[in-house]
């Protein structure tokens, strides 16, 4: 959206390309080759890449909560009743050597409910379809969905709505302190890019909703205006919502725990644009 609504321009960056990779580890490497200069929602494995000493950095991130509900077959009060239950979900690493985020989300929703992950039993599915044929078929207790519930109200399943989760997640800044150095004013040019798109998202909803609707139909996306909406004027990583990260990180690579969650972080160039009162301005 940023692209479409020309703030690139506007802040003095010539966008020559802005692709969708699948794989993390791809779209790393071509950063510290130098191939790219930013990564837009990078979120877990780059914990791992600090402990080794990879010079990765995130510098501001727009969304640090996610949401998600409990389908039963049983009702269900509380997280806490899904101990001993199996949960069908998305396989945490997938056949080519990715992480999930949203598994690695839900994994987080029961460690922080009390539960050790030993207390349930995951049952791996590839595709949301087979959630609801796992819990047609007994195969699972329960699933983890977001989004529209109708299809399993339909079959008769029971739903928990849960407590929004810190977590950082959505179009984070993440670059190479590398390239901060060479490329000078890349840093405050990427933060200032995402504090104009979030105000414009904000105060333009008619040509914002026109973006994204073109977008969805191009794309074959589901870009929700209400999800812009919500960003923070000023997109402070939460820390909880680190932590959680950072967390998920460790599992995925047991040698971030050398490090500190807030290693990969450097807020400067967000602070600096904030201190200046340019964004209380935009608002003003």
């Known amino acids: 959206m940023i692209k479409e609504a020309g703030i690139w321009e506007t802040v003095g960056v010539k966008l020559l390309s802005f692709d969708y990779c699948a794989l993390p580890p791809e779209a790393e ?18 914990y791992g890449l600090v402990a ?4 990765i950095v995130s510098l501001a991130s727009p969304v640090n909560s996610t949401t998600a509900k409990i389908v039963s077959r049983e009702p269900i ?34 460690i922080r409910s009390g539960l050790g992950l030993e207390s349930v039993r995951w049952v791996d599915v590839d595709e949301s379809s087979d959630r609801l044929e796992a819990l047609k078929s007994g195969r699972a207790d329960a699933v983890f969905a977001s989004g529209a519930m109708e299809r399993y109200e339909k079959e008769g399943f029971r739903t928990l709505t849960l407590d929004p989760l810190p977590m950082i997640n959505g179009p984070t800044i993440t670059t190479s302190f590398r390239l901060l150095q060479k490329k000078d004013g890349l840093g405050e040019r990427l933060v200032k890019a ?4 979030i105000h414009f998202a904000r105060t333009q909803k008619q ?9 969805n139909r191009r794309e074959e996306k589901d870009f929700s205006y209400d999800r812009l909406a919500r960003m923070p004027v000023k997109p402070y990583p939460n820390l909880q919502a680190v932590l959680n990260a950072y967390e998920l990180g460790c599992i995925k690579s047991p040698e971030a725990k050398q490090v500190s969650p807030l290693a990969l972080w450097d807020i400067h160039y967000l602070r600096q644009l904030d201190d200046s009162g340019f964004i209380d301005r935009l608002y003003g």
């Open 29 to 46: 490497a071509a950063l510290f080759e130098g191939k790219i200069d930013l990564i837009s929602g990078d979120h877990l494995t780059p």
């Open 52 to 55: 080794q000493g990879k010079p």
């Open 77 to 110: 009060r509380s997280l806490q009743e899904l101990r001993g239950k199996r949960i069908a979900d998305t396989p945490l690493e997938g056949r080519d050597g990715g992480f999930h985020h949203g598994r690695g989300n839900h994994m987080m929703y029961v």
């Open 194 to 197: 995402l504090v104009l798109g």
């Open 207 to 215: 040509e914002t909703e026109r973006i994204l609707e073109n977008l």
